[in-house]
């Protein structure tokens, strides 16, 4: 079973907007962490903004954010007022604490966010 | 700067030969970790090394090999047994502190081409 679901495999929007990007999981271990990573067209995977599980509130790193609704089991990342440099694929990624696999990283497929001009 | 380095950045190979990527990092991380993406996919693990001179299979290690014998330093052999090895390489690090709020940082990438 898919444990990282992401169901936007493209987006566009339009400049200045703010972007949702959906991520939904699924564990049963108490204790796990939530990343999501860019990447551009040259490929390198950049660490953008992590939530954990016990966390109180939503993580925000600059114009990213993470709504992270725990019952539903969505992590999704805002982008605000967008910028032509936020054109790229991300991806969100999970870990889990104590029952995963030796804390190996869970990836997602990936959303490829474009944005116009 | 600290960071991660991979070379080559472009790499051909012709059928039947081996090739080996080169990943260094000076984070002074732990735990280093090879990933493999084809095109317009997710990443997939090959191998990781938690400490000095020991590693570990991920989900797709066959025709794949790797040696840890410096803190800096995890090369990736892609054997002639690996049938199907055109891809893009990360490596990445980590500090693998045993929690889940561990980070693991990229290198920019490895792209390999079998001709």
């Known amino acids: 079973a898919q444990k990282i679901t992401q169901t936007q495999p493209g987006m566009f929007v339009q400049e200045k907007e703010a972007v949702t990007l959906d991520c939904t999981y699924d564990?049963?271990?108490?204790?796990?962490?939530l990343f999501w990573y860019k990447q551009p067209s040259s490929g390198e995977m950049i660490f953008l903004i992590y939530?954990?599980?016990?966390d109180q509130q939503n993580a925000t790193e600059g114009r990213y954010s993470l709504n992270f609704q725990k019952a539903r089991k969505s992590a999704n990342l805002v982008i605000s007022a967008s910028q032509l440099g936020d054109s790229a694929m991300y991806f969100c990624a999970m870990r889990e604490g104590q029952m995963g696999s030796n804390y190996q990283l869970i990836w997602g497929a990936g959303t490829k966010l474009i944005i116009k001009p | 700067d600290g960071g991660i380095t991979q070379s080559p950045k472009y790499l051909f190979r012709k059928e039947g030969q081996n090739v080996t990527l080169s990943c260094e990092q000076n984070?002074?991380?732990?735990?280093m970790y090879w990933y493999r993406q084809d095109p317009g996919q997710g990443l997939r693990l090959i191998y990781y090394?938690?400490?000095?001179?020991?590693?570990q299979k991920g989900d797709i290690a066959e025709g794949y090999s790797v040696s840890r014998e410096k803190k800096e330093s995890f090369p990736l052999t892609v054997t002639s047994a690996q049938k199907n090895p055109t891809a893009f390489y990360l490596c990445?690090?980590?500090?693998?502190?045993?929690?889940?709020?561990?980070?693991?940082?990229f290198g920019p990438g490895t792209r390999l081409t079998v001709l």
């Open positions: 090394s938690q400490i000095v001179n020991d590693f």
């Open positions: 939530q954990g599980s016990y």
């Open positions: 990445a690090s980590s500090t693998q502190r045993r929690i889940a709020r561990d980070t693991q940082y």
């Open positions: 564990t049963s271990d108490p204790s796990y962490g």
């Open positions: 984070l002074n991380h732990d735990a």
